[in-house]
């Protein structure tokens, strides 16, 4: 069976492997319908969990086994023993009892996948991304005949805020954002804004690959209430695995809502400033040359192709989906809901997890297999914040006001790590990959390597990097060089011990040979 439904096949085997594992997955799938049995096969999305793939998951009779890392050869003898009446559970990792035909992924009560919750989360690793059969049965799908004034009323009772650097309403509120675009003169377009060229900040890819269906749905629905006539869903040119899916999942979607819709593909380069919003829409346009936009207007009033555009991350219309289905979000009321971290750096393999906004970054932390002592941790993706403690709130007032980033990434670093040398990667990004339209982050970027430089030549200027910071911080076009000091200020304010030691010719650490 390569079908396009799943979750009410009983018995049952899924492969489930994201672009990391995906040569691999095929491989593990094909020796489960090589076993020639009446067992439903198929593949499924990710996890979240790299280093469980393959996994491979066994249903019968309402109650599922994990096996992971799972060789061919062992899935072929699992689709056997199914089609024999048997689950086989004396290797599993986990066994799980649930409710036949049930819409999301059984999670056991220990391990990595017992991290967090699974709301958004729910479809990956078991239900099959394009299939709209199974995409209903999950009972989060927004509904298709809802009007402008009743979503913005659902949008506004739960406060709901942006969720990614790619999103224009990154941290702010959805609602208003809405409200803007249907105010403004001209055509509207709904953007699906995926291009995240973090590798560390999976949380997008993910979805796309898993559940497509639960980012599109949401963002045809907005199309319509704004009275929208298209939908671009916006990928990396990298994003083979994601892309694919999409397209499927897009072209399934229109056929069963509205033939005429338009819901169309565009890639964009593989590169960092290629997912700031404004830039998002230059690439769409096709522009030769991607730089940031002045605002006002944002691209609510004055986006793609001169039409007011709502820009939203895929993030963020998982969680708009949940509210215009009435699903409880949970969290706390000034962020509510969940937010995807993607647990990384230092560890065994990267996890990516689900937190209500109530939890904490540490909660996180046993998704992983942490490589060694933890020394500290840079959260919020490449531009994030640097801080020793991970009991912070997940939400973003709580990570604000940490003076750390949103962007949903906890990269854990360990002892062996120079905090200088860290900061002056990050700088030296900054410096390489802004767009170069404006001062502030162009020439700030140059000047904050050069303040870094000269710590090795034995000159801290605290100060003079702190005060470049705020600069960056407060006067930089958009989100790239309002961060892209971030790590710096950070790091100086948490090891500023490790700066006073370069600078008398000593690394801490041991890594920096120059010295």
Known sequence: MTGQRIIESDPAVRVST?????????VVLEAARDADASVATAAVG????????????????GETAFFTECSPGRTRSLTEALDDGTLPSEDAAAVVEHEPGTATLPVPDEGPLAVGERGVLGPCGWAVPGSIEDYRAGAGSPPTDLDLADALSRLRETGLRGRGRGDA???ASVADEWA????????????????????????DGLLLESAPLSVLAPALTAADALGATDV???????????RERVRAAADALVEARDPEASLRVVVGPDEYKAGEPTMALEAIEGNHRIEARRRPPGPSEYGLNGRPTLVHTPRTLAQVGRVLAERDLGGVPADPGTRLLTVSGDVAAPATVELPTDA????????????GSRKAACVGGVFGGVTRSLDVPASAPGLESARLGTNGVVELVGEATCMVALAGE??????EENCGRCGPCREGSKQLVDLLRDVYDGEFEDGMLRELGRTMRETSLCGFGSDAARPVTTTIDVFETEFHAHADGRCPSGTCTKL
């Open 180 to 203: 803007t675009a249907s105010e403004a003169a001209g055509d509207p377009v709904v953007v699906v804004n995926a291009n995240e060229a973090d590798d560390a900040a999976a949380g």
């Open 46 to 61: 990710p996890t979240g969990h790299v280093g469980l793939e393959p996994l491979v998951t066994a249903t019968l009779d």
């Open 426 to 431: 990050r700088a030296k990004f900054a410096r």
């Open 232 to 242: 671009v869903a916006y990928l990396s040119e990298d994003a083979d695995l994601a």
């Open 360 to 371: 904490t970054l540490s909660d996180a932390l046993p998704a992983v297999e942490l490589e």
């Open 18 to 26: 994201g672009s990391e594992n995906r040569s691999q997955g095929r």
């Open 169 to 171: 309403t990154a941290d």
